[in-house]
Structures are given as C-alpha cells and as structure tokens.
C-alpha cells in the first residue's frame, strides 16, 4: 500500500521522469560518469562470487532483488532524498541525513546498520549528480552480494531486518 502515498507525491510535486531517475539515457550515461565504482563492484562481484554467480538461483534471486532494489531505490530518492533540497543546501548535509533516515528500518541488523547508513548516503550523492534510479539499484544489488559473501551468516542474518532478523 505505500504506492498509493508514493504516486500521489509524484503527481503532486509534477515529477518527470527525469527528475525520478526513470529515464534510460540517464542510466547509460551511469556507465560513464560512475565508469569506477562500476569497475570496481563488477570486479569484485566476479571475484568474490565467481562460484556461485551464473547459478540458476542466482540468477533468479537477483533478479527479484533488483526489483526491490529499484523499489528502494525509487523510494529512497522520491521520498527522502528529494524533499530534502528544500531544507539543506549542502549536497553533504542532505546525503547523511538521507542515510540516517533510512539507517532506522535496519537497525536490528549489525551488518546492516553502518552498510545501510552508508549506501543510504553514496545513492544520494550519485543521484544529486545524475538521476539514475536503474543504475543505483544494479549497483545496490551488487553491493549487498559483496556484504553477504563478506560476513558471516552469524552477523548478516541473510539481510533480514525487524523481528524475523534472528529467527
């Protein structure tokens, strides 16, 4: 039910698609400008899951979470990090605050908590420079794979959050 109140804001503050980060030039363009960080986190990613990464489930799992990425992502960008050019006028000061806000649907999580606060800030950055909801989500998913295959089970929980965190 949280589409109903996103989509409302969106036609209320007559958002283009451009200004959501939808728009698939934007995302293209990703490629150039964040041309290191998608270095980096592809290399890694091949590195570290080279095992598992072209596995069916794999596949299948990241495909489904690169829709809850977008989701968050769309979210994430619309809802918290837009209405804030308002009230900072530092790009700094509105990415961190970004962060904090979402930092507090994860804090059961150890793993989460400092990975959340600190993806919550970077998206903002990149956004605040080129729109691309597309490109922050793919980035997203591949981050969070790293964070998995980087800590224990016993810290990470499987990225569960809330009360099923340590079931």
Do not use: K
């Not at 590195?47 to 794999?58: D, I």
């Not at 806000?101 to 400092?114: E, K, M, T």
């Not at 295959?149 to 569960?160: A, E």
């Amino acid at each position: 039910m949280l589409a109903i109140p996103v989509v409302l804001s969106w036609r209320a503050h007559h958002r283009s698609s451009y200004e959501l980060g939808l728009d698939l030039r934007a995302f293209y363009l990703s490629f150039a400008r964040w041309r290191t960080l998608w270095i980096v986190s592809i290399a890694l990613l091949v590195l570290l899951g080279w095992r598992v990464l072209f596995e069916l489930q794999t596949l299948e799992r990241g495909t489904l979470y690169f829709v809850w990425c977008a989701t968050q992502q769309l979210v994430l960008q619309s809802m918290i990090y837009l209405p804030l050019l308002d009230a900072f006028q530092r790009r700094g000061a509105r990415s961190f605050s970004s962060g904090a806000r979402i930092l507090r649907h994860h804090a059961r999580n150890p793993v989460l908590v400092p990975a959340t606060f600190a993806w919550g800030a970077v998206p903002c950055f990149l956004f605040d420079r080129l729109p691309a909801v597309w490109g922050l989500a793919l980035l997203q998913g591949m981050v969070s794979s790293l964070l998995v295959w980087l800590t224990p089970y016993t810290l990470n929980h499987g990225f569960r959050i809330g009360p099923i965190n340590y079931r």
